[in-house]
């Protein structure tokens, strides 16, 4: 990282203007008049938006050399943002639809040149919103099953899946979600993060058993369990959105890990939006309305993911070994039940742990609150105590019409 | 590997003088005058002992860039010299008791120079002639434990161990196992290598799909959960024995993998020998004698390696989500189940795959021999079939009982 510098909006356009010159970028015009703004929050990585005036633009993302979200001195090589430009390529490739596009990387500056979705939404924005999606699901199902069936050892030679979980060694930014997800809100930490009002709830959560055994199990699979390349942070906010498109960024996460773990986030941020609901929409019908519409999202989501698993394991498994219909189920049921787990755990840890979501933390009403976190609480200890003897995907879903009733 | 070259004997004779010269090995006298012969098969590598005449001794052990025994063109990177060396100098800093001694080692040459063992016996050799080592059980479980325990993620952090996961991928070797052991003799490949009468019982074998979805299983499990940094070839070919004395060699294997994986192949292999004395020692009580012994040493190194881990856990693990008694039982249970299915495995690809064992193929008569691939068929499906239901190490001891009867 010799030449690194952490750029501002001049050196922005400087670095287009250079790359439009060796005709590594083909968006702008050769004499193209650019400006350049920095937005974001500028904790972890710097953000640019690059325009011409005739409408075209892209977004520049460098990495920061300092984490300032987590902690104070969380270390963060500047590696990830090479991790991240290589995860978007592979899954690009897989699911260019629902993956946001690499113009250019350069390692050396820890910057990416990515496709500008600014015409789209974050989801998790306009899920605090009740704006529905009715392709989300589909879409997030695609995406996931391609890009986790594409990097598995049905598909991949072992060879070539040992060479990528090399290339996809990401300790600085694992160690994040390791401490974070898995650890912290089990024990006592000062960066958990709760009110007052929570405290016996989260010292029974410390004192369950079976639960520190449930997280014990999730977090040994997170860190030994290289089955697919993960996005690593498939959360409401990774995800652009309007009614016709799905694209998911930032995956600087990824690693090779269980494939549960991403659909189970994403499950969990759909949870999180559906409780915090309570504490936001006040009528009840259209509170209800909006909920069965998100679990219906996931449900649909849950069965087009396993659907296309299926469908690729039957016709594009290369390992013999694996070229059945029974080891396929089998696979895939311990992909459900982690899936459940993680998505518990996601519950939990977005509630008592440092990093929140807006869906709850913005419900201005602190009863409203208080009771959203203690039903998030309620939900992700049952997912995470039941989500081994989960024997189907229809008891899964019947587990959580009755935990959310 | 600009400068390699395949040695002679000569060659040996050279380079240890000037790695003296250098005083880079001190086993030898600056002056001393060597001489040098090569044994061993010169398959996979050129094996040479280099001696003075004070009677120090040492083995130059040099890969060769093909292997002559897996078929005509198995592909066989010289890498694998430097990942046995560094497996032997990560097992030797944990059980230095049980590991041959490395002391040198030259990655562009792929050699490795080591202490002579000559003094030893191989087990294999030595179980075939039914020499009892009353020692060799707890030797074992201590090695396999000391050596798993800390570089699984209950000692190393996170990030020293994606460190070491990276340091030993090791595809070409790995790939051998994953056809050998859980591909060929569940498919008709021209690798396998039994005789006719075995035809019927390897094509049930073939059908038998209970059995298939048990060896798809060990297979995926081997290819992605690197729980530890396995010795990856824990036969009775790669032990060194005397009545005092337990060595470790040849662990070009090595890779991080499951647990259970090492220990499951040392148990399989006691069991070949257990099986196989049916068609050697014709004289009952003293068969049964022996054959007792080897029971109790598969049962006393399995205890001792729970127990070493047990103990291990208790007061060395570091990641606090792993600090407790429960966790630890339901991660050894899943070891065990692992265990017994790799044991079971070895015992098929031992009798119907490419690569056999002189237990079996050296009993001269051939109804004996046949009787006893038969037993150890029966033995290794019983084993796979069963592994995952077992609930503790007495019903797996008593299952073993059972079918040995």
Known sequence: MANYIAFTAEHAIDYIKEII????ITVFADNAELNAY??????????FRIA?????????????PYARCVGESWP??????????????????LCPEHTVTVLHHNADLALTVLEDLGHLQILRGAQINAEQFPKLASHVALYLSYTSFYNSDFYLSAEEKKTKVSQFINPDLCKITEDLFFTDPYIEHERNNFPTELKSHVESIRNNQALKLAAAKLKAKFLSSPQTLLHGDIHSGSIFVDANTTKMID???????????DIGSFMGNLLLNYCAQNGRITELAKRRQYQTHLLTCLQDCYNQFEQHWLRLASSETTDISFASNAFTKDYLHDVLRDAIGYCGAELIRRT??????????GIEDE???????????????????????CTSKDEFYSLLVSLLN
């Open 52 to 64: 011409d005036q005739d409408g075209n633009s892209v977004i520049l993302k460098q990495a920061l």
């Open 352 to 361: 008592i742990g440092l990093a929140h979501v807006a869906d709850i933390d």
């Open 76 to 93: 963060l090589s500047l590696d990830r943002a090479r991790i991240e430009a290589e995860v978007l390529i592979n899954h690009g490739q």
């Open 38 to 47: 920095e937005f974001g929050d500028g904790n972890l990585n710097l953000v």
């Open 251 to 261: 995956p600087e996460f990824g690693f090779f890990g269980p494939i549960g773990f």
């Open 367 to 389: 009863q409203a609150r208080l009771a959203v976190q203690q039903q998030t609480l309620v939900l992700g200890e049952q997912l995470m105590l039941n989500a081994t003897s």
């Open 21 to 24: 010159k060796k005709e590594l």
